[in-house]
């Protein structure tokens, strides 16, 4: 069993930044392809970016292409989202996910994600 802890959201003005960490349980963490979804008020979960078990294969999502970027440190078993120029329509509850299966390679929305953290706000004023 995996457990994932969220931190580093709030409240950040729009332009701003914000870096979010994803703190993960156990040495298996370094099999485990990870990512990030977000959920905003009255929509559907989103995937957000990925990363494979390795750091070297990286997926994100167009509308946060060239401001977030995700990475991890296998050494501190912990992924993290550095999310620059944000904007107000990032607002919403950012989700750590693992996927449970070891060594993926090929990161994005469709991966086998079992394991979820309990979410950190982000709210970005204008």
């Known amino acids: 069993q995996v457990q994932l802890v969220e931190s580093g959201g709030g409240l950040v003005q729009a332009g701003g930044s914000l870096r979010l960490s994803c703190a993960a349980s156990?040495?298996?963490?370094?099999?485990?392809?990870m990512a990030w979804f977000r959920q905003a008020p009255g929509k559907e979960r989103e995937f957000v970016a990925g990363?494979?078990?390795?750091?070297?294969?990286?997926s994100v999502v167009n509308s946060v292409k060239g401001r977030f970027t995700i990475s991890r440190d296998n050494a501190k078993n912990t992924v993290y989202l550095q999310m620059n120029n944000v904007k107000p329509e990032d607002t919403a509850v950012y989700y750590c996910a693992a996927d449970s299966r070891q060594f993926q390679i090929v990161v994005g929305p469709g991966g086998a994600y079992d394991y979820w953290g309990q979410g950190t706000q982000v709210t970005v004023s204008s």
């Open positions: 156990g040495r298996t963490f370094r099999t485990y392809a």
């Open positions: 990363i494979g078990w390795s750091g070297r294969d990286i």
